[in-house]
Structures are given as structure tokens and as C-alpha cells.
């Protein structure tokens, strides 16, 4: 098994800046790929971010990208996401999630909340 802690959500205005930590814990051997989801109130869960763990391969949703920036510290178990010129509509419960090597998402954490204010 493998445990997601998040952290680092909160209230911000419009314009400013939040970055997230995920640390990961338990059997981490096993992971492959980490990323990031949000979820806004009354809409489905939507991809945000990923990276696979031992490259520098990165990925984005376009509605984040060149202002989100996904990053780790391998030797902690952790990865970022570093929201920059943040927008209202970016408003959600933000989710890690963790994928081990030749499946899909399987491990997530409990979500933290993010509110952008106008």
C-alpha cells in the first residue's frame, strides 16, 4: 500500500500563488507516475498534472499550463505542484495520486482545497 499526504491548499486572491506537496509513503518502490487532479463543486474530477518518476517526462492540462509546474524530491518522496497567476475558475479540491508501474491510478489522497478569490 502506499499513502498520500497533501498539503498546502488555502485562500488566495486572483493573480497570486499556492504550491502544493504530496508525500508519499508505504510501498513507493512500486510507483511509476504521480500526479495531480481537481475536482470543482458539481463537476467531475479532471487530470491537472504528472510526472513520471525517473525521467524529467512532465504533463499538462491545457487549461494549467505555463502556469502550474509539477515537480519532485525523490529522495523525499514528494511532489509539488507550483500554481502561479492563479484564476478563480481553478477554485477545486486538488488531489494527489499515485500510479504503480503498469496500472492506473490507484493510490489518491484525501484532497486539499484551493480557493481563488476575484
Known amino acids: 500500500q502506499v499513502q498520500l499526504v497533501e498539503s498546502g491548499g488555502g485562500l488566495v486572491q486572483a493573480g497570486g500563488s499556492l504550491r502544493l506537496s504530496c508525500a508519499a509513503s508505504?510501498?513507493?518502490?512500486?510507483?511509476?507516475?504521480m500526479g495531480w487532479f481537481r475536482q470543482a463543486p458539481g463537476k467531475e474530477r479532471e487530470f491537472v498534472a504528472r510526472t513520471i518518476w525517473t525521467t524529467e517526462y512532465t504533463a499538462y492540462a491545457d487549461s494549467v499550463k505555463g502556469r502550474f509546474t509539477i515537480s519532485r524530491d525523490n529522495a523525499k518522496m514528494t511532489v509539488y505542484l507550483q500554481m502561479n497567476s492563479l484564476k478563480p475558475e481553478d477554485t477545486a479540491v486538488y488531489y494527489c495520486?499515485?500510479?504503480?508501474?503498469?496500472?492506473?491510478?490507484?493510490?489518491w489522497g484525501q484532497g486539499t482545497q484551493v480557493t481563488v478569490s476575484s
Open positions: 495520486a499515485a500510479a504503480p508501474t503498469g496500472s492506473s491510478w490507484t493510490y
Open positions: 508505504g510501498r513507493t518502490g512500486s510507483i511509476s507516475v
